[in-house]
């Protein structure tokens, strides 16, 4: 089966799951899988270099309006002629799948990948006109997985598929004791207007009225526009000797097995991969009350959730765990534990590689569908 995956080329979240499927695929047969990225303005051809260069075949797509992306992703796919094409995320599903359908692929997939998005009573009739021609929707929690019922999805046709990671990269945090980490928080996310770098800076401030001074460490590419108003925020509460806006960091492992703490503000998720990586390397995690994190923690178990966008509750979480490492890293490893029996790429990759094999085509759905 020739699979054909399209996603954003910003380099998301979506597009890591993507790219690790593809990954996986093209390990097992080398062809079976290819990767085609909507480019956007600020998407690093370097990586893109870097994916092609592990011998990926990576396509990128035109992105500068969506009937360019759907004609552009339309002759890719005549000329690929996969079985499968999953589109990855909103409101990239819409654009692959319609190239999919001009294009005469047999089975369309949509994965969703976050559990609120900004569905306009115009695309909410596209969804569901396009989920009487998909074979299957994924949402990356069960969170996401009841927001695709939401919107009408079909129940026997939607499953949830939560998301996994490479953990290997984080095989050394033992050899990291919690007690001897920078005492620093690590917030690793792209700046875009879903993440919610404000109230976290915010809570930093609060702390540094306490007394506390923390360095934070801010890695992540993203909007230009959003990481601006991060910085100007930053300048304005004082904290420009305590916050480092790292860019994108190829380190990230490393940087996060150096540090005892892991932020992850939000205003809504699917399943955060920073999140998962944060736990594999040791650190106590702490996130946003928000569908796609609330279900990833048990709060004080391993991890803490604070409420969406309360800077002082945030503050006073961060605050007791700076106060008290011995607790934080009692924590962090009932986290760790949690994220290698949970999060793991292999059970990923195993539960797609099932859903994938059970695929109707087109004409099968027109005719479970009846007259």
Known sequence: MRI??????????ATQVAIELVRAAHAKAP????????RKRHTELARVEA???EGLPVELVAGWSHLATVLSLARIARRRRPDVL?????????????????????????????SRE???????????????????????????RRSLLALGMPEGRTIAIPNGTRLERFADA??????????????????????????????????????????????????????????????????DDQVRFLGHRPDLPALLMGHQLAVLSSHYEGMPLS????????????????????????DGEDGRLVPHEDAAALADVLERLLADPAAAGAMASRGRARALSEFTMARMLARYEQAFAALPDRAALRAAAGP
Not at 286 to 292: E, F, I, K, L, R
Request: proline share 5%; charged share 20%; aromatic share 8%.
């Open 275 to 298: 999140l998962v990586e944060a736990m594999a390397a040791g650190c106590a995690v702490v996130g946003s009350a928000v569908p796609g994190i609330r279900e990833m923690l048990v």
């Open 118 to 144: 900004r569905y306009t009573a115009w695309r909410r009739w596209q969804t569901r006109w396009l989920a009487r021609r998909t074979a299957l929707f994924v949402g990356v929690s069960e969170g996401v």
């Open 86 to 114: 999953v589109a990855h995320g909103f409101s990239d599903h819409l654009w692959g799948r319609f190239a999919g359908l001009l294009a005469g692929v047999p089975r369309l997939v949509h994965v969703e990948h976050n």
């Open 31 to 38: 062809g079976s899988a290819m990767l085609a990225l909507r």
């Open 4 to 13: 054909l995956h399209f996603v954003t080329g910003g380099f998301s979240g």
């Open 174 to 239: 033992p050899a990291h004791p919690y007690a001897e980490r920078v005492p620093g928080i690590v917030m690793a996310a792209r700046f875009a207007s879903q993440k919610d770098h404000a109230t976290l800076l915010r809570a930093l401030a609060l702390l540094r009225e306490r007394g506390p001074r923390p360095p934070l460490l801010l890695a992540g590419g993203g909007s230009a526009r959003h990481e601006r108003a991060a910085r100007a925020l930053c300048t304005r509460l004082g904290l």
């Open 51 to 53: 994916l092609r260069a």
